[in-house]
């Protein structure tokens, strides 16, 4: 099998387990937390970078925004122009994002608990060795 086809199922059996930890902790579905997580913490501020960093397309990342702004957890705010809007989560989603910090804890520990420590810390590097390899190749295609 090759490694791609493998990194894929790893990646669907790992997908498919945050979704079943997260229904077992909150009842916001996953990518509702996600996306706060990304507001709050990776400097994602727009829907269409929103869209890009869950995978999802830009009608989808509306809805999501749609859904986070009526309960009260994410703001859309004034940008740069009148055409950009600007996403800020609430105090409101501090609770929120607990619950999907506390989610990942518990993935995290599930997953690694399937290695000695020596084997996290491969995996981690590896990961990120692949990871930056790839964003570089594309990052100079890009240009």
Excluded: N
């Excluded at 269409?48 to 925004?65: C, K, M, N």
């Excluded at 004034?78 to 804890?105: K, M, P, S, W």
């Amino acid at each position: 099998m090759r490694s791609v086809d493998r990194v894929s199922q790893v990646f669907r059996a790992l997908w498919c387990h945050v979704r079943r930890v997260s229904a077992e902790i909150s009842p916001r579905p996953y990518q509702q937390l996600r996306a706060l997580m990304a507001i709050r913490d990776e400097d994602i501020h727009t829907q269409a970078a929103l869209a890009e960093r869950l995978l999802i397309d830009p009608p989808a990342a509306s809805r999501l925004v749609d859904r986070l702004v009526e309960d009260g957890l994410v703001e859309r705010c004034a940008g740069a122009d009148r055409r950009c809007v600007r996403l800020a989560v609430t105090r409101a989603a501090d609770d929120e994002i607990a619950l999907a910090e506390q989610i990942l804890d518990q993935v995290e520990a599930d997953m690694l608990r399937h290695l000695t420590a020596a084997e996290a810390r491969t995996l981690r590097t590896l990961l990120a060795k692949v990871g930056d390899g790839l964003s570089a190749s594309s990052d100079d295609r890009d240009a």
